[in-house]
């Protein structure tokens, strides 16, 4: 108890005395501790986590610096259609609790930005993973993700990398649910993964001709080393069709 009323002090503290990154990080252990709900707190009740999800929280306290979150603001009202992408990041072979995530779209617009949450709700024991409103038009555009990890600090300065995997957009959609019991309504959650950090994770883009230029991903936007059985969304060069593997 007395903790956690440390950690809303600090809480208070962070916009008026700009708290560096440091300070609230040296106070827990993990960013699940400092994210810990009880009974007398929730941080999912704070102004920023109310607003703009887990990065607002971040944000808000000062666990990390946000990068691209006034450029989402402002790019991402251009669009009026979104869609939801569960989401992981992974370097090497561990998922990170700790990272902004920055979806860009073919314009080179801010389309989605979020943060891994440590424990989301009705989760059923997926952890780490960030739930990201992608914002769009066009069904079938490519979207990139830019990771940004570290914590803004002299010893652990922020870095940017681009993810292996691109995302189709699919307007209304959501990614990273499946619908297991088959009554139409996604319940189980299956994260799609991002890599980045390692040369020796292949590229999620894969080329299925000769001159490297078609893409395939599954229904929902997943890219495939190959097509599978069931529905697979060909694209090649600005052109996407739908292709039936029985």
């Known amino acids: 108890m007395r903790k956690k009323q440390l950690f809303i002090a600090l809480s208070l503290l962070c916009t008026a005395a700009q708290l560096p990154a440091q300070g609230i990080r040296d106070q827990y252990g993990s960013k699940a501790e400092a994210c810990e709900v009880t009974d007398s707190y929730n941080y999912r009740k704070s102004d920023g986590y109310v607003q703009y999800g887990q990065i607002g929280w971040e944000q808000e306290i000062g666990w990390r610096p946000i990068q691209y979150l006034d450029q989402y603001e402002n790019e991402h009202r251009r669009y009026s259609i979104n869609s939801f992408l569960y989401c992981q990041v992974m370097m090497g072979n561990k998922i990170l609790d700790d990272c902004e995530i920055v979806a860009v779209n073919s314009d080179g617009y801010i389309v989605g930005n979020q943060c891994p949450e440590?424990?989301?709700?009705?989760?059923?024991?997926?952890?780490?993973?960030a739930i990201m409103a992608i914002f769009g038009s066009d069904s079938g555009e490519e979207i990139k993700f830019k990771v940004i990890t570290g914590a803004g600090t002299v010893d652990?300065?922020?870095?940017?990398?681009?993810?292996?995997?691109?995302?189709?957009?699919?307007?209304?959609?959501?990614?990273?649910?499946?619908?297991?019991?088959?009554d139409g309504r996604p319940d189980t959650w299956a994260p799609v993964v991002l890599h980045i950090g390692s040369s020796d994770i292949p590229n999620g883009i894969r080329t299925i001709d000769a001159n490297g230029s078609t893409t395939v991903y599954s229904i929902n936007g997943t890219r495939l080393d190959a097509p599978k059985k069931g529905v697979n969304i060909i694209r090649k060069g600005d052109k996407s069709r739908k292709v039936v593997v029985r």
């Open 118 to 129: 440590p424990k989301p709700l009705k989760a059923q024991n997926v952890y780490n993973t």
């Open 156 to 182: 652990d300065p922020l870095v940017e990398q681009w993810a292996d995997e691109t995302h189709l957009f699919v307007p209304n959609g959501i990614t990273g649910l499946n619908d297991e019991d088959g």
